[in-house]
């Protein structure tokens, strides 16, 4: 008589339930992603407006940064069953409740790094660039910009990793992507479902992460600390210690 299959068994760890359910779990992780990639794009194009409001015209907080930077922490606190029951009189049972709530969560990581990148700027820069005759729209893409790129892209990395975390939340509506086969999981206590759906959720927030870094590093090669390399050499007997620095990149 042959042993039960894992399934039979209901085992945390299955293969046989990754190979008979794998259009299930393929279909789940692609709508994850497409909501996650939706969502930061999104509250990217909203955040990036609210910071330069924050920031004001002369490279200072205006006095618009109070409420801005108020207002999206506080949207930040609501708990997330909360927010996707108070979206839904608006959008009824869709995905547009899961972005739109996702989008509200990504506003307060994304406008403060983005502001933090651009006060960082230093103002030696922008005087130069207006002394060279640059003007305002020009001096913030081709100087603020690049140069505030390192804290953007850091802020879109951390909201990048929270959503894939809080895409799972909108399984109350049935658009969490790897969420619902969580939840379902749950509430049948099939475990291999559970944890399968809970790792892929993992390895997608880890696989975001080292993509944005890679993309991070490959955009702001100016931010890689010098490589030092060491050289031994004997000088009258006695060992000297040389230091060269390499260049990055």
Not at 36 to 57: E, Q
Not at 158 to 172: D, E, H, N, Q, R
Not at 221 to 246: D, H, I, S
């Amino acid at each position: 008589m042959s042993g039960r299959s894992c399934l039979t068994a209901n085992d945390w760890i299955c293969a046989e339930y990754v190979r008979s359910r794998g259009q299930e779990l393929t279909d789940a992780t692609v709508q994850h992603v497409w909501i996650t990639v939706v969502s930061v794009v999104i509250g990217l194009l909203i955040a990036f407006p609210l910071a330069l409001l924050a920031r004001g015209a002369d490279g200072r907080r205006s006095r618009f940064a109070a409420p801005v930077l108020g207002l999206t922490t506080v949207l930040y606190t609501v708990p997330s069953l909360a927010m996707f029951s108070l979206l839904l009189p608006v959008f009824g049972l869709s995905a547009a409740v899961v972005v739109t709530g996702l989008v509200l969560y990504s506003l307060t990581v994304l406008v403060r790094n983005i502001l933090a990148g651009l006060e960082a700027v230093p103002a030696e820069a922008r005087e130069a660039a207006l002394g060279m005759g640059y003007g305002r729209g020009r001096l913030l893409w081709e100087v603020e910009l690049p140069l505030a790129l390192p804290a953007l892209l850091a802020g879109v990395r951390i909201a990048t990793v929270s959503t894939v975390a809080l895409t799972t939340v909108g399984a109350i509506v049935g658009y969490g992507g790897l969420g619902t086969l969580i939840v379902d999981g749950l509430d049948s206590l099939f475990k291999a479902q559970v944890l399968t759906a809970s790792v892929i959720c993992v390895l997608l927030a880890v696989a975001a992460d080292l993509l944005l870094l890679g993309v991070q590093r490959a955009l702001t090669p100016w931010t890689r600390a010098p490589k030092r390399r060491e050289r031994r050499t004997r000088t009258g007997g006695a060992l000297v210690r040389t230091t060269r620095v390499a260049k990055a990149g």
